[in-house]
Structures are given as structure tokens and as C-alpha cells.
């Protein structure tokens, strides 16, 4: 069974029956056939089934909104503009799919070569709770582009939402077997991942989860990708606007309550203006409000699950325990529920788990540094590699350390990093390989085919 329920009252939603491995094994085969009969579709057309799913998102996004908000707590405004941004997606790959996947010439002696983008089948998306329909759109809408098909693996407490996204799909008119959501717990990809149908695999989720997935990768000898872990540092620069820097730190740590794999998790502050930016960041701390996702007040729901909460908090005591200073919050509320309040930890140090770690939920963790040079160190004193902030008045200087000094993925100077369809997403060391979104995203599952013709 795979149970949704309301993280904001902890009441059961609904029940739901796994898949046995033979109706996984009929999923398959009915994703291969379809596959057999959409790689003959021309690129055209695949734009105007992307364009109906578009429709079919915004048609229906509050009911969509309202059941992410109902099974793992997203406030509802942050819903609709999750649906809002998939079909934005969607039309952005129908734009632009033709001309991605378009040959590419190359020049040589030969009368004609070039590499040609074919698609390469059946794709499993192993994806994560957080942003239930964002994850999925985002590897699916460029794979169906490519002339693929696509198997989701949903996290197991967002069934709902998986069952949801494939009724998208069905109302807009993809052909049966485009796409399919499987509901099977993570112990059991290796069925998926092991059928000789199934052409390759992408996962979104923690670094563990990666591993196991790309050893079964390995094992299968099939095309993965990995958007996996992140402990982003937002670095506050000397010369920074504080007051800017503050609510956009705030802003991204607390988006999704903290749940974001992109969220600004490290605020990394040199001496100058570390004063200002704790007394700013605390304000903006005091003014949120906690509470259910449907008030239209809230600004914080609560966490998608009670042990995702409790393992934040037991984080969050490790760290004082080991020296840092709470600056708000850091207590679990009475009442039901998997709410954690905004919390600010300071004083943070290397060897504390909220430096080591990835912590998942509204907490803002503040490291001193020395100066520039120290916080750039710091910055990359992680495990991880997803993205990370520079906020400077000096452009061009804030532009290099982006540029030259950061081992990430992506790294912004002065905003909030994001996903963009137009810009590839991904991440370096332990946040995982291969990139989603743009041209780069959709060139990952295709076989790039030289072809010469002599
Ligand atoms: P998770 O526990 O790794 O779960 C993600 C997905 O992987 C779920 O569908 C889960 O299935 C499955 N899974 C877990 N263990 C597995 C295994 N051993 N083999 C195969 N599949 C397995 O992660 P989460 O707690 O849902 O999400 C939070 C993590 O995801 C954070 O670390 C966050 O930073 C990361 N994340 C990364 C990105 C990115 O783009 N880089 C985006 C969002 C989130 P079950 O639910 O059935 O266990």
C-alpha cells in the first residue's frame, strides 16, 4: 500500500494498491509499444500534444494545487504557480523542441554528415516529493519531445499526485502507454531498471537514493541521470546591498518550506556586514506566518512528513548542542502536524551537522567567515555542488567568483538561484551528473547519430 496523508493534520487522504511486478511488467511493454508508434511522429506534431498539455494543466490547476497541498503541505499559491510554471514548460519545449532537436551539421570531405537527435525509449523518472508536479514535468516534457516515453516512479507519499499526472497526459490525448506512473516503493526500481525494454533512468532525490540507482544503472548498463542533494552557500559580500541580499536569503530558504533542493541552505557572511545581515534576517523570520496551506496568510506550511521533521530538528539540536546559537525557533510545536517553525542557527562551525549536512526545512543557517577569501573556502567545503549566490554591488567581481571560484551547478549574483526551462539545471561532486531543462537537458536521453553519406 501506498498511503497519502495530510501532513498538516497527519489524517490518512487515501489508500492506494501497489503495483504487482506483472501489471509493472504490462506498463513496460505497453510503454514500448506506444514508443514503436511516437518516435514515427514528427516533430510537430509532438509540439502541439505538448501545447494540449499545457491547456490541460491550466484547465485544472486549482484541483491539481489543492491535492499537492493536501498530500504534502505545499501552500496553495506556491501550488498554482508550480502548475503554472509545467505549462510554461510545456510550451517552452513545444517552442523550441524543433529547433533543439533539429540535425546538426558538421562539416567534413564527405557530401553530407551531420549528427542526428533520435530518441533512445523507454525512460523511468524515479522523482521526489518536493514539488510534485515540477520534478516530473521537467524530465518528461523534453523526453516526450525527443520522441520518448516515460515510466514515473513517484515518491511513495505523493501517490495522489502520480495518479494525477498521468490523467493530465490521458486528458490531453497522448496516445495510451506515453506516459505511466508505477506505484512501487524505492526497493523495487531494480524491476523497472533491469527490463530490457526500459532505455534509461533519471533520478531526483537524495544522494543515497542516487547511488543505488546508478549502481543499478551501472549494473544494467543503462543511460542515467542524477539531480540529487544540495547545501547551496549564499555568500554576503562586504560590499553587498544587505537589505536585498536578506529578503532574497529569506525568500529561498523558505520557499516550499525549506524543502527545495536549490534553497540558500549555507549564508555564508563576511565580518562587515554580518551584524546587519543576522538583525534583517531575523525580522524577516519574525513576520512569517506558519500554518495551514489552504490560509491564504501563510507563508510557511507545514513539512511533508513527521520523519522528515523530526530528523530536521534532531539536526537542528545536534548543531546547538555542538556550539551554534539559536537566533528563532528550534522547538517543535505542540498540535498536530508536521509543522517546524522558521528557524535561524548562527555561529556555525565546521564539524556541526548544519554545516556538514543537508538540512531539508525552514532552517537558515548562518556561517561567519573571515573575509571574501574564507567565505569562497567555506563555499566549497561541501560534498555537494548544486548551486549557490554571490551578492555584491561589484558585478564583475561577483561574476567571476560565480564564474571561476564556485564548484556548482549554477550560481547567480544577486537573486535567487532557480529553475528556468531556458537554463540547464544540474549539479557537480555529490549533488549528482547529467543536466535537465534547456538544450543541454533534452540532448541527455537521445542517441546522438553521426550520419555521413560519402
Ligand atoms: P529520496 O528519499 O531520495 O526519494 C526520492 C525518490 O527516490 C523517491 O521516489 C523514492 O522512493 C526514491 N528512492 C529512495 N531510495 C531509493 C533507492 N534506494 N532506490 C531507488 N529509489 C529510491 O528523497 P526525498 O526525501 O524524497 O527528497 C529530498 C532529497 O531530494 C533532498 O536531498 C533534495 O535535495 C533532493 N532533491 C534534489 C533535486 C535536484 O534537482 N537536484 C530536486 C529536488 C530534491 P520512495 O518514496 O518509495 O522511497
Known amino acids: 500500500m501506498q498511503t497519502s496523508i495530510n501532513p498538516a493534520t497527519g489524517d490518512i487522504l487515501r489508500e492506494y494498491k501497489l503495483h504487482s511486478p506483472a501489471q509493472v511488467r504490462e506498463a513496460i511493454e505497453a510503454a514500448h509499444r506506444c514508443f514503436l508508434q511516437w ?23 486549482n484541483d491539481y494545487a489543492s491535492l499537492m497541498a493536501q498530500e504534502m503541505g505545499k501552500p496553495l499559491k506556491e501550488a498554482i504557480a508550480e ?20 540535425d546538426h551539421a558538421i562539416e567534413t570531405e564527405y557530401r553530407k554528415s551531420y549528427a542526428a537527435f533520435r530518441p533512445l525509449g523507454v525512460i523511468l523518472g524515479v522523482m521526489p516529493w518536493n514539488f510534485p508536479f515540477w520534478q516530473v514535468f521537467r524530465f518528461v516534457l523534453p523526453s516526450l519531445m525527443a520522441g520518448n516515453v516515460a515510466l514515473l516512479k513517484h515518491a511513495s507519499n505523493t501517490p495522489g499526485c502520480a495518479l494525477a499526472i498521468e490523467a493530465v497526459f490521458r486528458d490531453a490525448g497522448l496516445p495510451e502507454g506515453a506516459f505511466q506512473a508505477l506505484l512501487i516503493p524505492g526497493s523495487r526500481v531494480e524491476e523497472v531498471i533491469a527490463h530490457p525494454q526500459v532505455a ?14 546508478a549502481s543499478l544503472a551501472g549494473k544494467y548498463l543503462k543511460k542515467s541521470v542524477l539531480e540529487l542533494g544540495g547545501s547551496d552557500a549564499y555568500l554576503i559580500l562586504a560590499d553587498a546591498d544587505i537589505d536585498h541580499a536578506v529578503k532574497t536569503c529569506a ?23 554580518r551584524e546587519q545581515f543576522e538583525r534583517g534576517l531575523l525580522d524577516t523570520f ?3 506566518r506558519l500554518g495551514d496551506p489552504f490560509d491564504a496568510q501563510t507563508t510557511v506550511g507545514p513539512m511533508s512528513r513527521i520523519d522528515l521533521r523530526d530528523e530536521l530538528h534532531t539536526q537542528v539540536r545536534r548543531s546547538i548542542d555542538a556550539g551554534a546559537r ?10 498536530k502536524g508536521a509543522f517546524y517553525p522558521p528557524t535561524i542557527l548562527t555561529d556555525v562551525k565546521k ?36 548551486g549557490g549566490a554571490i551578492f555584491t554591488r561589484d558585478l564583475v567581481r561577483g561574476e567571476i567568483i560565480a564564474r571561476e571560484r564556485i564548484e556548482s551547478g549554477s550560481c547567480f549574483v544577486n537573486m535567487l538561484v532557480r529553475s528556468d ?9 555529490h549533488s549528482g551528473y547529467g543536466r535537465e531543462l534547456s538544450a543541454f537537458g533534452i540532448h541527455e536521453f537521445v542517441n546522438i547519430k553521426s550520419i555521413v553519406v560519402a
Not at 518516435?39 to 490547476?61: I, N, P
Open 39 to 61: 518516435r514515427e511522429t514528427t516533430l510537430g506534431e509532438r509540439s502541439q500534444w505538448l501545447l494540449k498539455v499545457a491547456d490541460t494543466l491550466l484547465a485544472k490547476k
Open 286 to 288: 519574525r513576520q512569517q
Open 351 to 386: 564539524g556541526m551537522p548544519a554545516y556538514e549536512e543537508e538540512l531539508f526545512g525552514p532552517v537558515a543557517v548562518i556561517i561567519p567567515a573571515k573575509d571574501e577569501e574564507d567565505a569562497i573556502r567555506i563555499a566549497n567545503d561541501t560534498e555537494y555542488g548544486l
Open 421 to 429: 526551462p531556458r537554463l540547464p539545471f544540474g549539479g557537480v561532486k
Open 251 to 273: 525568500a529561498s530558504r523558505l520557499l516550499n518550506c525549506g524543502q527545495s533542493c536549490i534553497s540558500a541552505k549555507r549564508l555564508i557572511v563576511v565580518p562587515e556586514v
Open 326 to 335: 539559536c537566533l528563532i525557533g528550534g522547538d517543535i510545536p505542540s498540535g
Open 200 to 213: 534509461a533512468v533519471t533520478l531526483t532525490g537524495s544522494t543515497a537514493a542516487g547511488r543505488s540507482v
Open 83 to 102: 502548475i503554472e510554471k509545467c505549462a510554461a514548460c510545456a510550451k517552452y519545449f513545444a517552442e523550441n523542441g524543433p529547433h533543439f532537436l533539429a
